[in-house]
């Protein structure tokens, strides 16, 4: 009842001006594949699959402060997975799906579960995150049921029909799969920053000494952080799998891939709704215009584009240090009235879009959530 | 398995595992001091290497030869990448620290690729298979030269945390950082210099390891992660540690490779590097909670 009310408040609190911006986007997104072709819808799809797995890690870094280097572990299960048990069992994707997400959860709870026990974060949990990807890349490419290092294949069918229970066909069914993703990312992460374990991620995220000081669980806490956006990451490898058909374990779990999925929320805007959309926006148009200009230039020496693509981040991270949707929001008005006291140095920086505290029994004066003796819940678990 | 085959491996990893911690400790060296995890330290090392098969391939200088232009190349280019680029990140999150030498790095890695193409490179020099007969051990010559120059360079930079009256000011900022702006050392001098002094441990590192192996230019990144299992190992900031860190994944890398198959030899590393975070955070030789 709780989350649903929280849900609920996300859409009827919202200022009126950033609901008909959102619409408006969503009705132009919806209609985009009418006029699209094939090329510019696989780069909409592109930037949508950004968008999401950014708003499933931004979950666990921007929101509750807990960097992990290592989301491609994620990614990977959740698309071999989902891709094993259709290709070997012919097992539904909408099936599959819930062992990836499964799978995931309890590869994330393993990884957390070692980590806070033994206080572990920052740099090390970071690399801690790391060598479990890469450990599981080096794994998989001696794991022959699902093809080892020579790469894992779905049969492709025909593309003009459409099979949803079986995710075979037309890129434009995918075009609308990556938008559902990238709704439900948007929704759930709203919903989590309105509701309470919300503010206790960002409690934590802020200090965590002080968080646990009044009473909050931060064990408890960031592993739900960190198992909540591995199970939002794990739809997004089946999405992988389904979408390109082959699996290599070099590409699918390599660091060079985490790297490339925490890109945009960090360009985007750390901690915010909209950052983690408008960097994958921003990196995937960048990515591809910047290959067009170079092809146009007659400049197709590889490495070029990586050079360029790095000055670029070094200036972004240089010069917009928060991100490019906080200083946009701030701009046009986009957030909130109530100022957000900034991370300061040690964190990330305030979300420009937080939600005001709801007022109920639950909230001390300060804004401060209490913690009650019966269980808390957000919601968001499972 | 004849224990002579054992015997030798293992030697083989230990002398290898010298020159990883010399490369290692570079990192450690960065990260004790400024507090910066330096994410470019492969691509680093990787750039060292190329210079030291240039160097070969156009003039014919032995790789050890280059180590003296390269460690003060590499020196000075540490010290503006610290002075320039990274010190105004100094108080930044960790996030935007990493997204910065993560820019740098994707800028040497494809600069090399640019440059050399993605073919692997080596260098063969005439003793490159000449080897020592020890008792029933077979070691080969190149890998004693390389250990004994990563050993003596460690020795070095010992002395000179150690002895010198700059070393004595380095590790203060290290110990106590407003100890040591109260007393008016130059902290953004300081931490330029043991930026320049890691990158030139980790350029002389280069110039042994492209004896030992090839390298490509996506190596870097390889490397990298090398760098940060040994110095999780042996101790986030801990020089012996560093040391003990490159020896212990040498070894574990050449088992490996015997033991299991090659291509699973970085897998054991990984899995030490795990059981490491998960049992003994702070590292075989670190302090626990700083």
């Given at each position: 009842m709780n989350a649903w009310q929280d849900l609920k408040a996300v859409v009827t609190e919202a200022p009126v001006r950033s609901s008909a911006a959102l619409l408006v986007l969503l009705a132009v997104l919806l209609a985009l594949p009418l006029v699209l072709d094939r090329y510019l819808l696989s780069v909409m799809i592109l930037i949508l699959f950004f968008a999401y797995v950014g708003q499933a890690w931004n979950i666990m870094?921007?929101?509750?402060?807990q960097l992990s280097l290592g989301h491609a572990l994620y990614v990977g299960l959740g698309a071999y997975a989902a891709a094993a048990l259709y290709q070997?069992?012919?097992?539904?994707p909408w099936i599959g799906l819930f062992v990836a997400v499964g799978v995931c959860v309890l590869a994330a709870s393993v990884i957390g579960w070692l980590a806070f026990r033994f206080g572990i974060s920052g740099t090390y949990f970071a690399l801690l995150t790391i060598a479990f990807a890469e450990f599981t890349r080096i794994g998989f490419d001696h794991?022959?049921?699902?093809?080892?290092?020579?790469g894992f294949f779905l049969t492709v069918v025909q593309?003009?029909?459409?099979?949803w229970v079986n995710l075979r066909g037309h890129p434009v069914m995918f075009y609308y799969l990556a938008l559902g993703l990238a709704v439900l990312g948007f929704v759930v992460s709203a919903w989590l920053l309105r509701g309470r374990s919300g503010f206790y991620f960002r409690a934590i995220r802020d200090n965590e000494e002080a968080a646990r000081a009044v009473g909050v669980d931060t064990f408890r806490y960031k592993m739900l952080a960190v198992q909540v956006s591995a199970a939002l990451t794990a739809l997004a490898g089946v999405f992988f799998a389904f979408y390109y058909n082959n699996l290599f374990p070099e590409q699918i779990f390599h660091i060079s891939r985490s790297i490339e999925f925490i890109l945009a929320p960090i360009i985007g805007g750390?901690?915010?709704?909209f950052g983690p959309i408008l960097g994958a926006a921003v990196l995937t148009l960048l990515s591809e215009g910047l290959h067009e200009a170079l092809a146009a230039a007659g400049y197709?020496?590889?490495?070029v584009k990586q050079i360029l693509y790095g000055v670029a981040l070094a200036l972004s991270i240089m010069f917009l240090p928060h991100g490019i949707w906080p200083a946009i929001a701030r701009r046009f008005g986009?957030?909130?009235?109530?100022a957000e006291p900034d991370g300061g140095a040690?964190?990330?920086?305030?979300?420009?879009?937080a939600p005001r505290p709801p007022a109920?029994?639950?909230?001390s004066q300060s804004g401060v959530p209490v913690v009650s003796t019966s269980s808390p819940r957000g919601g968001a678990r499972g | 398995m004849p224990l002579e085959t054992i015997l030798n491996v293992v030697t083989g990893g230990l002398l290898t595992g010298l020159v990883y911690g010399l490369m290692a400790l570079g990192l450690s060296v960065i990260y004790g001091v400024?507090?910066?995890?330096?994410?470019a330290h492969g691509e680093i090392m990787a750039v060292a290497m190329y210079a030291a098969v240039v160097g070969f391939a156009m003039g014919g200088v032995d790789p050890l030869w280059m180590i003296v232009p390269v460690a003060v190349v590499f020196f000075g280019l540490g010290y503006a990448l610290q002075r320039g680029l990274i010190n105004p990140f100094i108080h930044r999150p960790e996030h935007s620290q990493f997204m910065l030498l993560l820019a740098v790095a994707l800028i040497m890695v494809n600069g090399l690729l640019v440059a050399f193409g993605p073919d692997a490179r080596n260098v063969q020099v005439d003793y490159s298979l000449d080897s020592y007969e020890i008792g029933p051990l077979l070691v080969d010559k190149v890998r004693v030269i390389c250990a004994a120059v990563a050993l003596a360079t460690c020795a070095l930079l010992f002395a000179v945390f150690r002895y010198t009256a700059f070393g004595k000011a380095i590790r203060a900022c290290a110990d106590n950082l407003l100890g040591a702006q109260v007393v008016g050392l130059d902290v953004r001098h300081l931490y330029a210099l043991t930026f320049g002094l890691g990158t030139a441990c980790v350029g002389i590192a280069g110039c042994l390891l492209v004896l030992l192996a090839d390298v490509t230019p996506s190596s870097g990144p390889a490397f990298t992660l090398l760098a940060f299992i040994i110095v999780i190992i042996g101790g986030l900031g801990s020089m012996p540690g560093a040391l003990a860190g490159g020896v212990l994944i040498g070894v574990s890398e050449s088992v490996a490779g015997l033991l299991i198959t090659p291509s699973a030899k970085s897998m054991l590393s990984f899995a030490l590097l795990i059981a490491v975070l998960a049992f003994r955070p702070q590292g075989l030789f670190g302090r626990a909670a700083r």
């Amino acid at each position: 009842m709780n989350a649903w009310q929280d849900l609920k408040a996300v859409v009827t609190e919202a200022p009126v001006r950033s609901s008909a911006a959102l619409l408006v986007l969503l009705a132009v997104l919806l209609a985009l594949p009418l006029v699209l072709d094939r090329y510019l819808l696989s780069v909409m799809i592109l930037i949508l699959f950004f968008a999401y797995v950014g708003q499933a890690w931004n979950i666990m870094m921007g929101f509750c402060g807990q960097l992990s280097l290592g989301h491609a572990l994620y990614v990977g299960l959740g698309a071999y997975a989902a891709a094993a048990l259709y290709q070997h069992f012919g097992v539904s994707p909408w099936i599959g799906l819930f062992v990836a997400v499964g799978v995931c959860v309890l590869a994330a709870s393993v990884i957390g579960w070692l980590a806070f026990r033994f206080g572990i974060s920052g740099t090390y949990f970071a690399l801690l995150t790391i060598a479990f990807a890469e450990f599981t890349r080096i794994g998989f490419d001696h794991f022959d049921w699902v093809g080892g290092s020579g790469g894992f294949f779905l049969t492709v069918v025909q593309q003009d029909r459409m099979d949803w229970v079986n995710l075979r066909g037309h890129p434009v069914m995918f075009y609308y799969l990556a938008l559902g993703l990238a709704v439900l990312g948007f929704v759930v992460s709203a919903w989590l920053l309105r509701g309470r374990s919300g503010f206790y991620f960002r409690a934590i995220r802020d200090n965590e000494e002080a968080a646990r000081a009044v009473g909050v669980d931060t064990f408890r806490y960031k592993m739900l952080a960190v198992q909540v956006s591995a199970a939002l990451t794990a739809l997004a490898g089946v999405f992988f799998a389904f979408y390109y058909n082959n699996l290599f374990p070099e590409q699918i779990f390599h660091i060079s891939r985490s790297i490339e999925f925490i890109l945009a929320p960090i360009i985007g805007g750390i901690g915010t709704l909209f950052g983690p959309i408008l960097g994958a926006a921003v990196l995937t148009l960048l990515s591809e215009g910047l290959h067009e200009a170079l092809a146009a230039a007659g400049y197709e020496i590889p490495g070029v584009k990586q050079i360029l693509y790095g000055v670029a981040l070094a200036l972004s991270i240089m010069f917009l240090p928060h991100g490019i949707w906080p200083a946009i929001a701030r701009r046009f008005g986009f957030h909130r009235t109530r100022a957000e006291p900034d991370g300061g140095a040690d964190g990330p920086p305030a979300d420009a879009k937080a939600p005001r505290p709801p007022a109920g029994p639950s909230q001390s004066q300060s804004g401060v959530p209490v913690v009650s003796t019966s269980s808390p819940r957000g919601g968001a678990r499972g | 398995m004849p224990l002579e085959t054992i015997l030798n491996v293992v030697t083989g990893g230990l002398l290898t595992g010298l020159v990883y911690g010399l490369m290692a400790l570079g990192l450690s060296v960065i990260y004790g001091v400024v507090r910066i995890v330096n994410f470019a330290h492969g691509e680093i090392m990787a750039v060292a290497m190329y210079a030291a098969v240039v160097g070969f391939a156009m003039g014919g200088v032995d790789p050890l030869w280059m180590i003296v232009p390269v460690a003060v190349v590499f020196f000075g280019l540490g010290y503006a990448l610290q002075r320039g680029l990274i010190n105004p990140f100094i108080h930044r999150p960790e996030h935007s620290q990493f997204m910065l030498l993560l820019a740098v790095a994707l800028i040497m890695v494809n600069g090399l690729l640019v440059a050399f193409g993605p073919d692997a490179r080596n260098v063969q020099v005439d003793y490159s298979l000449d080897s020592y007969e020890i008792g029933p051990l077979l070691v080969d010559k190149v890998r004693v030269i390389c250990a004994a120059v990563a050993l003596a360079t460690c020795a070095l930079l010992f002395a000179v945390f150690r002895y010198t009256a700059f070393g004595k000011a380095i590790r203060a900022c290290a110990d106590n950082l407003l100890g040591a702006q109260v007393v008016g050392l130059d902290v953004r001098h300081l931490y330029a210099l043991t930026f320049g002094l890691g990158t030139a441990c980790v350029g002389i590192a280069g110039c042994l390891l492209v004896l030992l192996a090839d390298v490509t230019p996506s190596s870097g990144p390889a490397f990298t992660l090398l760098a940060f299992i040994i110095v999780i190992i042996g101790g986030l900031g801990s020089m012996p540690g560093a040391l003990a860190g490159g020896v212990l994944i040498g070894v574990s890398e050449s088992v490996a490779g015997l033991l299991i198959t090659p291509s699973a030899k970085s897998m054991l590393s990984f899995a030490l590097l795990i059981a490491v975070l998960a049992f003994r955070p702070q590292g075989l030789f670190g302090r626990a909670a700083r």
